[in-house]
């Protein structure tokens, strides 16, 4: 049961034969005008957010189809909670459709990175949701993809408790490169997949780790992204 193929637009369940309905993809596009070019939070009219031009993050560029609270929210949770992992297909197709083939070409991107679930997650949901995206990217727009060279080591703690500062220094402390793969980081343009993008710290920190390691550019390809702060309390990553 956990993967039936969604036999409905995966974002307002209407039913047809393609993974989302012309009316859904339209909402998507119109969503993407006015957002930051390095970590896409909404700007007014520039390319760059004031917290970007004043402290920019370590990776490139940011791309989501929508924001947290739009037509695909639904099926994010059906996708991470209701373990519908068919639904990864849905994500890929309306990415690709909003996107083209042009954009990622433009990026040169030579490598596509899950961002690693600790063990304990990764047992309790028994799939890597960001992993399953990979793949179909890899798939449909040929780049390779790698599943380990990025690694979370054994340090983590409950992230809930810790205050911001806290955080962050355990976050630094989380990802690792495995040194055996390094030739797939080095001078190597990284596309970062992730399903949610809240504060975009785990992203950034993973870039900065990737960019010591030698990865010429990182960018970030997420679903939805949100600035909300009541999605942590509501829907742990
Ligand atoms: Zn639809
Ligand atoms: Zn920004």
């Not at 924001?67 to 519908?84: E, N, V």
Request: hydrophobic share 35%; glycine share 4%.
């Amino acid at each position: 049961m956990k993967f039936l193929l969604p036999t409905a637009c995966i974002a307002c369940q209407g039913f047809q034969q393609s993974t989302i309905c012309e009316k859904c993809l339209n909402l998507l596009k119109q969503s993407q005008v006015n957002r930051c070019h390095v970590c896409a939070s909404p700007t007014i009219n520039n390319q760059y957010c004031s917290t970007c031009q004043i402290k920019p993050p370590h990776f490139d560029s940011t791309l989501c189809l929508d924001y947290y609270g739009g037509c695909l929210t639904d099926a994010m949770h059906r996708y991470k909670y209701q373990y519908q992992v068919a639904l990864a297909h849905g994500f890929i197709d309306a990415w690709i459709s909003i996107y083209g083939k042009e954009f990622y070409e433009s990026q040169s991107i030579d490598v596509v990175l899950p961002i690693p679930l600790s063990y304990k997650k990764l047992h309790q949901r028994g799939f890597n949701q960001s992993w399953e995206l990979c793949k179909r990217f890899s798939k449909k727009l040929r780049i390779k993809r790698h599943g380990t060279v990025l690694m979370r080591s054994h340090l983590e703690e409950n992230q809930a408790l810790a205050n911001k500062t806290e955080r962050l220094m355990r976050l630094s402390n989380v990802f690792e490169i495995d040194r055996s793969s390094i030739n797939w980081i080095q001078g190597k343009n990284i596309a970062l997949v992730d399903d949610v993008m809240t504060t975009g710290a785990t992203l950034n920190t993973i870039a900065q780790v990737l960019k010591d390691f030698g990865a010429q550019s990182v960018h970030n390809w997420v679903i939805l992204r949100t600035p909300l702060k009541k999605y942590a309390e509501c829907c742990p990553s």
